[in-house]
């Protein structure tokens, strides 16, 4: 087997699982009772009270990693997650991290996040009778989950094929991760981010190499509204090898998963176009005589408003712009036309003589 699947558990996966923890719990209210984290799987106080292991599930390497082996290794959180609350029966969003690897000791390895109702984790986890398949044909429950496979020839290097799965063993969408991601591969070290959103109904997959960031995109979605497929049970969480592949090989580094609870007023149904065609009235078809007599109304008011705006102009400009100041008539200046006469100046004798 390599020893780059066999390393010890390394920083930057308890770093990555860190940094998931703290976004959620700083972004979103979340409950926790179905919330956990476990990076280190003995080492942490409360795995071996929370986990289960089953079939050929085991701790290796000091407590860092689980490894899955055969047709029978799984892993279950022994703790039913709700996900559906209330009497309005509200539907809870949630998130889970793990990073992993798979061999290709068989040339084809594969390994899957399981959710089940619950009142059947028993059959699904426990019984290991049967190698685990998503389409359990004579059970009439539901297993949701994602599933991350490797396909390639024996002892070469293979894609990496991711699939959501919802009560068949046929996918409902497939993706070639290796054909979308540049350089990825099956056998190498990986880490996914699995998202449920219940506002939108949206199961997104994200997937990266190892210790590269979370992608903004998700690599595979698929509508699903969990409430109709599960009603108000509760369920299990858990990852499990699948069926068929007795020597194949998969190791957990960590796994961390919270649900996420929104106040009422965030959350936003999208809108159903059927509702919206329901309640939306037809319009009239208006006649063409209608159509020409409001043409003519809207004619005859504008003009009538053009020669009223034209009065009060003028009025307005008789009275103010050629404003004069009147004078009466009889104080009205004439003309006066000047002649200018000679005058003789006769002084008085007495006058003369008494200056003398």
């Known amino acids: 087997m390599p020893t780059?699947?066999?390393?010890?558990?390394?920083?930057?996966?308890?770093?990555?699982?860190?940094?998931?923890?703290?976004?959620?719990?700083?972004?979103?209210?979340?409950?926790?009772?179905?919330?956990?984290?476990?990076?280190?799987?003995?080492?942490?106080?409360?795995?071996?009270?929370?986990?289960?292991l089953y079939g050929n599930a085991k701790v290796i390497n000091e407590g860092a990693e689980v490894l899955l082996s055969g047709n029978d290794g799984r892993v279950m959180y022994k703790k039913p997650i709700k996900l559906v609350h209330g009497v309005t029966r509200e539907l809870v969003s949630f998130s889970t991290y793990v990073g992993f690897s798979m061999s290709l000791d068989s040339g084809k390895g594969s390994l899957a996040f399981v959710m089940v109702p619950s009142g059947v984790e028993g059959e699904v986890f426990r019984n290991s009778s049967y190698g685990f398949s998503f389409g359990?044909?004579?059970?009439?429950?539901?297993?949701?989950?994602?599933?991350?496979?490797?396909?390639?020839?024996?002892?070469?290097?293979?894609?990496?094929?991711?699939?959501?799965?919802?009560?068949?063993?046929?996918?409902?969408?497939?993706?070639?991760?290796?054909?979308?991601?540049?350089?990825?591969?099956?056998?190498?070290?990986?880490?996914?981010?699995?998202d449920y959103e219940a506002s939108s109904k949206r199961l997104e997959v994200r997937l990266n190499h190892y210790g590269q960031s979370r992608p903004s995109d998700p690599l595979l979605w698929h509508s699903i509204d969990l409430s109709n497929v599960w009603g108000t049970e509760e369920m299990f969480a858990g990852f499990s090898t699948l069926k068929g592949n007795t020597s194949q090989a998969s190791f957990l580094y960590s796994w961390s998963f919270i649900v996420r609870h929104f106040p009422h007023w965030m959350h936003s149904e999208p809108l159903d176009p059927k509702d919206l065609s329901k309640n939306a009235e037809t319009?009239?078809?208006?006649?063409?005589?209608?159509?020409?007599?409001?043409?003519?109304?809207?004619?005859?008011?504008?003009?009538?408003?053009?020669?009223?705006?034209?009065?009060?102009?003028?009025?307005?400009?008789?009275?103010?712009?050629?404003?004069?100041?009147?004078?009466?008539?009889?104080?009205?200046?004439?003309?006066?036309?000047?002649?200018?006469?000679?005058?003789?100046?006769?002084?008085?004798?007495?006058?003369?003589?008494?200056?003398?």
């Open 283 to 356: 319009p009239a078809v208006k006649s063409r005589s209608d159509c020409l007599l409001r043409v003519l109304a809207a004619m005859i008011f504008g003009a009538g408003c053009g020669a009223l705006t034209a009065f009060i102009v003028l009025y307005l400009w008789t009275i103010f712009g050629n404003k004069r100041p009147v004078v009466p008539e009889e104080y009205a200046m004439q003309p006066v036309d000047f002649e200018y006469k000679k005058v003789d100046i006769v002084v008085d004798k007495t006058i003369k003589d008494a200056k003398e």
């Open 136 to 194: 359990l044909k004579q059970k009439d429950f539901k297993i949701v989950g994602v599933q991350f496979g490797v396909e390639g020839s024996n002892g070469s290097s293979g894609s990496c094929v991711v699939s959501i799965n919802v009560g068949s063993s046929v996918p409902v969408k497939t993706i070639n991760a290796s054909s979308v991601i540049m350089g990825l591969k099956g056998e190498g070290k990986l880490h996914a981010w699995i």
């Open 4 to 52: 780059s699947i066999m390393a010890p558990f390394s920083i930057s996966h308890h770093f990555a699982a860190f940094v998931f923890l703290i976004f959620f719990l700083k972004t979103q209210a979340f409950d926790p009772v179905s919330s956990f984290s476990f990076t280190d799987f003995e080492k942490d106080p409360d795995f071996k009270s929370s986990v289960e």
